[in-house]
């Protein structure tokens, strides 16, 4: 050690309190001794378009695992190395905060679950967990079937007008009709309708994603945030949400204290199984603000997420016809012409396999974002306290060094009879729920939502890229969107015959349906 080193031992031998060391020394904490994180140059530019992961992707090749990007007096560190990923999400998670990701968020989610952080973090996520038991869940799979089938009413009317329909609002409003029916028992209906709180909850949204993609918080700027004719619209519209959340709750509330229910571990009143009901239920002591942000935090994480997965998982489709094919020769032998149940979930193990792997394409969000709360070392680098961290999703999901053929929509590379890939069996190179202490409360339920949708949709209909529709581009707001949509023609399935089982050894039906 150098003689810096030295002098801080000594005076921490006699006694010197370390915040004193810390101030004094702060200076030498990046010494010579260690190398610095590599840093991006040049590239500034690049990274100010739309969807400003893919530029990171290409600096990610040149940069490595770990690099530094400036803008200004702002740095940010991209990871997109497993290892690291695992240390900041798993290994070290407690050393990490949310940072702007709780910032921006801050009008909507308040203190809910994604944004807060430390002790009130862990009680929230201990209150809120056990509300997604296994029977909850269970009794979800005919809520995301009612919902898919009124959204397969849509596409069957379209169908017979001959109409072209843009997929990605659809998929948006339905897993919004869900959602809320699942967090707070409350029918958007926002298929049918899309006036008063449905239209409410899309400003709010789109505020969120517009301020995530800001260069500057111009929702802070005096005057500006009274005055401004948006964030006005964006006051009025959160007024409506939390007033229909205060309705909802205390509506709740009087049916949790009629009913004779006993709580218990997988407590869940039939008539009402949402997740309001049992936290109300399991006399979770809270305050209502913080109830209405939990709230509106699942609605949020439950919404965007699984239409921008759903949406990716139909465009892939579109484009690999062979994949089409083969997962509705699974849907057709599993499910027949009937609606999913939970036993089916386990059955349609290629329908998942095409869902993990738009997960990996398509990550939803395609970055995760952290801030030190202490020094630390990442990837042989030290890092001080207060360091933005992007750990690129995208970037994991992509690496050509670990992902043969990375770019290829191939649901075949994870075997019918292993695992279903998570983070832990793939050593966070796949990271579709994230991981650690901070990991999807929700993955179960949007997994077995988008098996549900993907499913009944491909039973019924084929979908192929309208003619004429315009190009899939990627832009970023929370999720990964399309610019101008996901255009598609739907046809309805002419189902072959049913045949008798004992003939159909020597019969064969080819695609017109006909027996031959
Ligand atoms: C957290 C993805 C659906 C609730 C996360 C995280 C990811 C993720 C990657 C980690 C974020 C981070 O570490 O910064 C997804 C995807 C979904 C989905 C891809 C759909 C396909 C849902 C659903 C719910 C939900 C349906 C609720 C019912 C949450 C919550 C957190 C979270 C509350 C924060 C957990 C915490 O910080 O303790 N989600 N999610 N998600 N998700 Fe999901």
């Given amino acids: 050690p150098g003689f810096p080193a030295l002098l801080k031992n000594s005076l921490a031998k006699v006694g010197t309190p370390s915040e004193i060391l810390d101030f004094l020394f702060k200076w030498m904490e990046v010494s010579e001794d260690y190398p610095k994180v590599p840093e991006a140059k040049g590239s500034i530019r690049a990274v100010q378009s739309e969807a400003f992961f893919i530029p990171l992707y290409e600096l990610y090749l040149t940069y490595g695992g770990i690099f530094r990007l400036t803008f ?3 740095s940010f560190l991209i990871v997109s190395d497993p290892s690291i990923a695992k240390h900041v999400l798993r290994d070290n998670s407690k050393a990490y905060s949310k940072g702007i990701l709780a910032e921006i968020l801050e009008f909507v989610m308040g203190k809910g679950l994604i944004p807060a952080d430390g002790e009130l973090w862990r009680v929230r996520r201990r209150a809120i967990v056990p509300a997604l038991h296994q029977k909850y869940v269970a009794a979800m799979i005919s809520l995301f079937g009612q919902a898919t089938d009124r959204l397969c009413k849509k596409l069957d009317a379209a169908a017979s007008d001959g109409e072209d329909v843009e997929m990605e609002s659809l998929f948006s409003h339905l897993t919004l009709d869900i959602i809320g029916k699942a967090v707070f028992n409350y029918d958007f209906d926002s298929l ?5 709180i449905v239209e409410a909850v899309y400003t709010v949204l789109r505020e969120a994603e517009n301020r995530s993609v800001a260069p500057i918080p111009f929702w802070e700027i005096p005057i500006w945030k009274d005055i401004s004719p948006q964030q006005r619209k964006v006051n009025e519209a959160l007024k409506l949400i939390n007033s229909t959340l205060d309705d909802l709750i205390a509506i709740c509330k009087r049916m949790v204290e009629e ?8 407590y869940m009143n039939e008539k009402d199984p949402s997740i309001l009901h049992f936290l109300l239920a399991s006399g ?8 209405r942000d939990d709230l509106m935090t699942l609605l949020i994480a439950g919404h965007e997420t699984s239409a921008a997965v759903l949406t990716w998982a139909f465009y892939l489709l ?3 016809p062979s994949v089409m094919s083969k997962l509705q020769n699974e849907v057709d032998s599993v499910l027949g012409d009937r609606f999913p149940t939970i036993e089916d979930m386990k059955k349609l193990k290629y329908t998942t396999r095409v869902i993990n792997e738009a997960l990996r394409l398509y990550p939803q969000p395609p970055v995760l974002i952290r801030r030190s709360l202490e020094n630390d070392v990442l990837g042989g680098y030290p890092i001080k306290r207060g360091e933005d961290i992007f750990i690129s999703v995208w970037n994991l999901h992509r690496c050509p060094k670990h992902w043969e053929d990375a770019d290829k929509f191939n649901p075949e590379r ?4 292993g695992p279903n890939p998570n983070e832990t069996n793939q050593n966070f190179s796949y990271l579709p729920f994230g991981g650690g202490p901070r990991k999807c409360v929700g993955d179960m339920f949007a997994s077995f939502e988008n098996v549900v949708a993907v499913a009944m949709l491909v039973q019924r209909f084929n979908f192929q890229m309208a003619l004429g529709a315009p190009p899939v581009n990627m832009t970023t707001g929370a999720t990964i969107h399309t610019t101008q949509g996901l255009k598609m023609t739907v046809t309805r399935r002419t189902k072959p015959p049913i045949v008798p089982i004992l003939e159909t050894t020597m019969l064969k039906v080819d695609e017109t349906g006909c027996v031959s």
């Fill in 318 to 320: 579109s484009k690999e």
């Fill in 259 to 266: 009913e004779e229910l006993q709580f218990h571990e997988e």
């Fill in 192 to 196: 049918t309708n899309n006036a008063g």
């Fill in 414 to 417: 994870w075997p019918l009879d």
């Fill in 284 to 291: 979770d002591d809270v305050s209502s603000k913080q109830l």
């Fill in 72 to 74: 200004g007096p702002k």
